[in-house]
């Protein structure tokens, strides 16, 4: 360990050689991307379409598959260190590259874990992390014919296992007549959690083991489509709640050796116990707000925590809330902001824009960050906000 991290400290990184590769060429790499710049930190981007939102970007954009095996080996081999933006990756190239002495971050094993939410929650278990009971099963045929068994009673939570983001492959399973589909790969169950608060941690550390949490939000979710639709900054929590999400999410992150982000998303209950719903090993949708709103920004501190640089400070400078933009053209088609001159005279407000020409339904195509001393006014004037902008064709 101590071998490895003396060769990252020593490396040249800023105006040099050194070339940094990011798997994934969305908004979320866009956004570390900016950052790299900052630092003139030389950027290698793969993603299959050639008008990601990082294409324009990145010193080196590659088109290719980062689900292939053989694009991914050629990616890596090129670069001194790798990191993800997106974790459906080819992780048997991680975990090749890695031998051959590659920096991958985050590596291989917690990718391969986090991909597969069944995998995911058999981790939590095996670690005493807190997450609601669940059953894991090989397909929907073995689900019928053990759940009751397994003492789950309607209503649950059904999940597939691999290959469902946005609330896609989640289903809340009210009666048998709900299982009426038909799923031949994967899945799981879970209690239904009476749900308070969604929370979201984002906890970072760097080679050395140094870890750090950025402020909690609270996130909403849109009811339909399951997206975020708003991320709030601070939580309105208890400190006692807050010190035990800090610590949960600061164990996870080391159970899972992480190096780099982790966004941990929290279920509060109603009893106000704290239970791990899912991670993401990454920049995440629920950190944007950290670039107005904190010391250092979750991309920032991507970059720092994966080159063994000192972490960032994560304070809160000034409160927030996060406004996603996402299409609601049923039609794919070139896209339109409407009303979105129309803010700017609003203080306070700052507009990114991913760069993606199509918009489609649900499809997130950038966010708005409104910052105020007083939070409820944020809240007030980001929801005036998400009324007004409309995402069309
Ligand atoms: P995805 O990975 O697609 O985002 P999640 O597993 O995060 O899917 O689930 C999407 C949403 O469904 C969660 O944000 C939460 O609102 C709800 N949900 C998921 N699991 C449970 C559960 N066990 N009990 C209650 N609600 C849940």
């Not at 991909?115 to 929907?140: A, G």
């Not at 906890?203 to 909403?220: L, T, Y």
Request: glycine content about 6%; charged content about 30%; aromatic content about 8%.
């Amino acid at each position: 360990m101590h071998q490895h991290y003396n060769n990252v400290k020593k490396m040249q990184l800023f105006s040099s050689n050194f070339k940094l590769g990011v798997l994934g060429g969305g908004q979320l790499g866009k956004m570390l991307l900016y950052d790299a710049k900052r630092y003139d930190l030389h950027t290698k981007v793969m993603d299959s379409n050639n008008e990601a939102p990082c294409a324009k970007i990145a010193d080196e954009f590659i088109v290719g598959d980062i689900t292939n095996y053989n694009d991914v080996i050629d990616f890596g081999n090129k670069v001194d260190v790798i990191t993800v933006e997106i974790e459906k990756i080819n992780t048997e190239a991680l975990l090749e590259l890695e031998k051959r002495g590659k920096k991958v971050y985050p590596s291989a094993k917690a990718l391969q874990i986090i991909q597969n939410k069944s995998d995911q929650k058999q981790f939590y278990k095996k670690n005493n992390l807190p997450t609601s009971r669940f059953s894991n099963y090989s397909n929907l045929d073995e689900l019928k014919s053990r759940f009751k068994k397994d003492n789950f009673k309607f209503p649950f939570v059904w999940k597939s296992s691999k290959f469902g983001y946005d609330g896609k492959g989640v289903k809340i399973i009210k009666s048998p007549d709900d299982l009426n589909f038909s799923y031949k790969n994967q899945c799981l169950i879970e209690e239904l959690v009476e749900i308070k608060k969604e929370l979201s941690v984002i906890v970072s550390r760097n080679v050395q083991g140094d870890i750090k949490c950025f402020p909690i939000v609270e996130m909403e979710f849109n009811d339909k489509s399951n997206l975020v639709e708003y991320v709030m900054c601070p939580a309105n929590i208890s400190d006692d709640i807050e010190k035990r999400a800090n610590e949960i999410a600061k164990k996870t992150s080391e159970k899972f050796n992480m190096v780099g982000l982790l966004a941990v998303e929290l279920f509060l209950t109603k009893d106000d116990d704290i239970l791990i719903n899912e991670v993401a090993p990454r920049p995440h949708n629920s950190g944007h707000h950290t670039i107005e709103c904190c010391m250092t920004s979750q991309f920032d501190q991507h970059l720092r925590s994966i080159l063994n640089l000192s972490l960032g400070e994560t304070d809160l400078i000034i409160p927030g809330i996060m406004v996603n933009l996402v299409g609601e053209n049923m039609i794919e088609g070139n896209v339109i902001y409407k009303n979105i001159n129309d803010i700017f005279d609003i203080p306070g407000v700052f507009v990114h824009i991913y760069g993606k020409k199509k918009s489609r339904l649900n499809r997130k195509m950038g966010h708005i960050t409104i910052v105020n001393k007083d939070i409820n006014k944020a809240i007030e004037i980001g929801k005036k906000i998400k009324r007004k902008i409309k995402v069309i064709s």
